[in-house]
């Protein structure tokens, strides 16, 4: 089974498409990857809870996503990486990176920044 990191990038996406009742990338790629386990980060809530106009109902959809904490591990891969970057990645995209490759998955968004992880992302505007 396909395990995905679910990058605030997508997210927004979704939700944009969600609320405007038009399908576009995101309900596309949910439906071409019906059998993916999906999962959501902290990084992930935060990011798009900052921009959310009803936080509440966010939260209520976000929940159908499996949780992926942030622990130590994560952190050691997040300062092992920039430390070892010739270009730094934002503190919030390192992170991702991170979570999904401790986990053993794609992630999945649209974040030029994310194009440097190769076949562990897949932007999900791109078909």
Request: with cysteine; net charge positive.
């Amino acid at each position: 089974m396909k395990h995905c990191l679910l990058d605030s990038s997508f997210i927004i996406d979704l939700l944009n498409e969600i609320a405007g009742g038009k399908a576009g990338a995101a309900l596309g790629w949910l439906r071409r990857n019906s059998t993916a386990a999906l999962w959501i980060s902290p990084v992930t809530l935060a990011e798009v809870l900052e921009g959310a106009d009803d936080p509440d109902a966010v939260k209520d959809y976000l929940r159908r996503y499996a949780w992926q904490g942030i622990h130590r591990v994560h952190a050691d891969r997040v300062a092992t990486a920039q430390r070892r970057a010739a270009r730094r990645m934002g503190e919030n995209d390192a992170w991702q990176a991170a979570i999904a490759e401790q986990m053993g998955a794609v992630l999945v968004g649209h974040d030029k920044a994310f194009k440097r992880l190769g076949a562990r992302y897949e932007d999900h505007s791109q078909k």
